[in-house]
């Protein structure tokens, strides 16, 4: 049976170890609550905004938030679509599933949309990973034998016994190795990470970890092209464990400063509308994060009834706040005041 050459370190453990206690603060200090629509999204775009820009993509924090809110952006045509595209790869997100080897080519497929024409699908020719100066610093294997080496690597990371912190990083160094698409392996590859995390602790679904790798990018590099030369991938594992403590113990200062920006925002529209009650503005995060819940849906989310729900959404359209979109069967609302 096919099993991908790696050693288990002290190292690893010890950072095991780490990543788990933090898991536990966070998750004691989120008690049951979901994080809240606003440091989603912002861990989002921020995710989205540096596994981009380890691509090469120049478009900077900004645009991409824009790009994300609907706002019209000036910049490269194939740079903006590569923001859309990932947006809605990570949207599909809950609907993968990570065991799945159908799924990562479906989220390629959305990933790739437009920008390679064989989106989805592994690919026909050779590829090599080249540097600024032209030199090859990595030959993937020939065309013909990557369905047999993803199908023998999906089936390791199926079977496996080992934790998934391990096994999620091996797999994103395998399919790096394997280099199984035209192009988008780089970012496919840290996206197939985080499915697999977020199947073990559902925090990693919205965590930044990409900013991290962003901030040691020439690291990232340079960890793949020693674990080639060793031809085991020990070093980018111990190397990926790292950038996922780093994440989370950065977590408490996100947290702080997303409470921060939605008191900020909930005091002014407090200002703008006093008329509207707290559980208005509860059923408008909800809007905001999800503007195609059903009036049921958004109950459920915010402990109402649909029938509270309704009258509440009526309040936020008169007072401006949002507007419908489409049909009242097939549409969605959207905000429009923030």
């Known amino acids: 049976m096919y099993k991908p050459p790696f050693d288990i370190t002290s190292e690893m453990l010890h950072l095991i170890s780490e990543?788990?206690?933090q898991v536990g603060i966070i998750n004691m200090r989120l008690?049951?609550?979901a994080p809240s629509p606003y440091l989603r999204k912002k861990s989002q775009i921020k995710t989205i905004h540096s596994s981009l820009a380890i691509e090469h993509n120049s478009l900077s924090l900004k645009q991409v938030t824009d790009i994300i809110d609907g706002k019209r952006v000036l910049g490269a045509p194939d740079e903006i679509q590569e923001v859309k595209n990932a947006i809605e790869a990570y949207r599909l997100m809950p609907e993968l599933d990570a065991f799945k080897e159908k799924d990562l080519q479906k989220a390629h497929a959305l990933m790739m949309k437009d920008l390679v024409k064989q989106a989805g699908h592994y690919r026909n020719d050779g590829v090599g990973v080249f540097n600024g100066n032209g030199n090859c610093l990595h030959m993937a294997p020939p065309a013909d034998r990557v369905?047999?080496?993803?199908?023998?690597?999906?089936h390791w990371v199926k079977t496996t016994k080992e934790h998934p912190l391990i096994h999620s990083c091996v797999f994103h160094y395998e399919f790096e190795f394997i280099h199984p698409f035209i192009d988008g392996n780089g970012r496919m590859g840290r996206f197939w990470q985080t499915m697999l995390l977020s199947r073990w602790k559902g925090i990693f679904a919205w965590l930044p970890v990409e900013t991290i790798v962003k901030e040691h990018q020439q690291d990232y590099y340079n960890v793949i092209a020693k674990c080639d030369a060793a031809g085991n991938s020990t070093a980018f594992v111990e190397f990926m464990l790292r950038c996922l403590l780093d994440a989370m113990e950065n977590y408490e200062d996100t947290e702080e400063e997303i409470v921060e920006l939605h008191d900020k925002l909930h005091d002014k529209l407090h200002d703008m509308f006093p008329g509207l009650s707290e559980k208005a503005f509860g059923?408008?995060?909800v809007l905001k994060a999800h503007p195609g819940l059903k009036a049921e849906e958004i109950g459920v989310k915010v402990s109402l009834s649909e029938r509270q729900v309704k009258t509440y959404i009526n309040a936020l359209k008169l007072?401006?706040?949002i507007v419908r979109v489409g049909s009242n069967k097939t549409g969605y609302w959207k905000v429009i005041r923030i």
Do not use: C, K, R
């Open 283 to 285: 059923v408008l995060e």
């Open 19 to 21: 990543i788990s206690e």
């Open 147 to 154: 369905p047999q080496l993803m199908g023998d690597l999906f």
């Open 319 to 321: 007072a401006g706040l």
């Open 31 to 33: 008690g049951e609550n």
